[in-house]
């Protein structure tokens, strides 16, 4: 929170928001630097820099943004937004954004009073997109199946049950039956059962 407020930073909206940032923490523990990454679909939005050493600021950006690609990449997106405004971020790729690109920006990220600069991460792809829609839509129809098994499953082992109870019942019965004839039988002075 004084980080962001020293960097004249809404401290309290982006404490909700607290899981977008990456730390950087000093050998002795102390905050060097903070900075967000909102995901809205394939797109990323690097937002609310923090840095603490303005000596240091260049290096400790680059080391904020090796872990921001880290998560760019698992999280598969294609390019990186930004309003920040230091040349570092215009020397690391990121490239002033042509009315043509704009279109592609969320709608969420805002419009913002700076300019946009854009960082292309990797091709956009529609076979790769839809790839990956197909992918989503097979672990849906699996995980259904699954759900479709597992209360097959269930049904096929209340018949079991009814089945064992119906054959418990039906042993004994027979059972008392043949305890009933033998009873008969030793009654009988012949030895043979009445008909």
């Not at 419009?111 to 960082?119: D, R, V």
């Amino acid at each position: 929170m004084e980080l962001w407020r020293r960097a004249s930073l809404p401290a309290e909206e982006l404490e909700k928001r607290l899981t977008e940032f990456q730390l950087l923490i000093g050998p002795d523990y102390e905050l060097l630097g903070a900075i967000g990454l909102q995901i809205d679909g394939k797109q990323g939005r690097v937002h609310s820099e923090a840095l603490t050493h303005p000596e240091l600021e260049d290096e400790h950006r680059a080391e904020l943004l090796g872990r921001l690609q880290n998560v760019a990449r698992n999280h598969g997106l294609v390019r990186l937004w930004t309003q920040e405004t230091a040349p570092f971020w215009k020397h690391s790729g990121f490239t002033e954004v042509t009315p043509e690109a704009a279109v592609k920006r969320p709608a969420s990220f805002g419009a913002g009073t700076q300019p946009w600069l854009a960082h292309q991460l990797r091709e956009e792809n529609p076979a790769v997109f839809s790839i990956e829609k197909e992918f989503e839509v097979f672990q849906m129809q699996e995980r259904e199946n699954s759900e479709r098994m597992l209360r097959q499953a269930r049904v096929m082992k209340w018949v079991a049950g009814l089945v064992a109870l119906a054959l418990f019942m039906l042993v004994i019965y027979f059972v008392a039956k043949v305890a009933q004839n033998r009873a008969r039988l030793q009654k009988s002075p012949s030895g043979l059962a009445p008909m």
